[in-house]
């Protein structure tokens, strides 16, 4: 009678550590399951859209340098003010000549938190030279047409749509959401929300013209 009785205790602690060890398995594997799991949704959730649309956007923003090192590029704009960011930029020459032809280049460059409508050198080129020529020749005409690309506020992309106050003193209207948005129901934003120093940039492919 005893040998059964501790052949049956025995049985019976194999059965336990047999269930204890089965148990620590699949806890194991459980664990194992759950690491690669976790892992793949982090990047996932680390990609909010906020991030994807924090950068420059349009089709003419593949003109722009990307060589950090270029003036001209994203990267060089960011770290200088306004009008010299401009200056680097092969996009926007014929502006730059503007801008320094009215003795803005200081102003723009001292100017703080505001939004410049930069027409690039193909939107200068719609106008006809001879009207284009008179206007570089007429020192206020030329001032009352540059400032009337400057909003005295930094617009981000969610804030650019609506109608603005410029330096000048006239509205700006701007429709369109996303990485799409016209000026004056003309005008095509080509490179937005390009950062310099102490201004947000969007490159436009037409010279916006004042009421008055």
Same mark, same amino acid.
Request: with cysteine; charged share 15%; net charge neutral.
């Given at each position: 009678?005893?040998?059964?009785?501790?052949?049956?205790?025995?049985?019976?602690?194999?059965? @336990? +550590?047999?269930? =204890?060890?089965?148990? #620590?398995?699949?806890?194991?594997?459980?664990?194992?399951?759950?690491?690669?799991? $976790?892992?793949?949704?982090?990047?996932?959730?680390?990609?909010?859209?906020?991030? $994807?649309?924090?950068?420059? &956007?349009?089709?003419? =923003?593949? @003109?722009?340098?990307?060589?950090?090192?270029?003036?001209?590029? &994203?990267?060089?704009?960011?770290?200088?003010?306004?009008?010299?960011?401009?200056?680097?930029?092969?996009? +926007?020459?014929?502006?730059?000549?503007?801008?320094?032809?009215?003795?803005?280049? /200081?102003?723009?460059?001292?100017?703080?938190?505001?939004?410049? &409508?930069?027409?690039?050198? #193909?939107? &200068?080129?719609?106008?006809?030279?001879? #009207?284009?020529?008179?206007?570089?020749?007429?020192?206020?005409?030329?001032?009352?047409?540059?400032?009337?690309?400057?909003?005295?506020?930094?617009?981000?992309? /969610?804030?650019?749509?609506?109608?603005?106050?410029?330096?000048?003193?006239?509205?700006?209207?701007?429709?369109?959401?996303?990485?799409?948005?016209?000026?004056?129901?003309?005008?095509?934003?080509? =490179?937005?929300?390009?950062?310099?120093?102490?201004?947000?940039?969007?490159?436009? /492919?037409?010279? +916006?013209?004042?009421?008055?």
């Amino acid at each position: 009678m005893k040998r059964r009785l501790f052949a049956t205790v025995g049985v019976i602690a194999v059965l @336990a +550590l047999s269930a =204890c060890g089965g148990t #620590d398995s699949e806890d194991t594997a459980s664990g194992a399951s759950a690491a690669p799991s $976790m892992s793949a949704s982090a990047p996932m959730a680390s990609a909010s859209p906020s991030m $994807m649309m924090s950068g420059q &956007f349009g089709p003419g =923003c593949a @003109a722009v340098p990307t060589d950090a090192s270029n003036p001209g590029s &994203f990267e060089a704009m960011a770290k200088v003010p306004v009008a010299t960011a401009a200056s680097g930029n092969p996009l +926007l020459s014929t502006l730059v000549t503007a801008v320094k032809k009215a003795n803005l280049v /200081d102003s723009l460059n001292g100017a703080q938190g505001v939004t410049v &409508f930069a027409p690039t050198n #193909d939107a &200068f080129a719609k106008i006809p030279k001879a #009207d284009l020529d008179k206007v570089l020749a007429d020192d206020a005409m030329l001032k009352k047409i540059l400032t009337y690309h400057v909003v005295p506020t930094q617009l981000s992309p /969610d804030t650019l749509a609506g109608t603005h106050k410029t330096l000048q003193g006239d509205d700006v209207t701007v429709t369109g959401n996303g990485t799409s948005f016209t000026v004056n129901g003309t005008s095509m934003v080509v =490179c937005g929300n390009v950062s310099t120093a102490n201004a947000t940039v969007y490159i436009v /492919d037409t010279v +916006l013209m004042p009421k008055s």
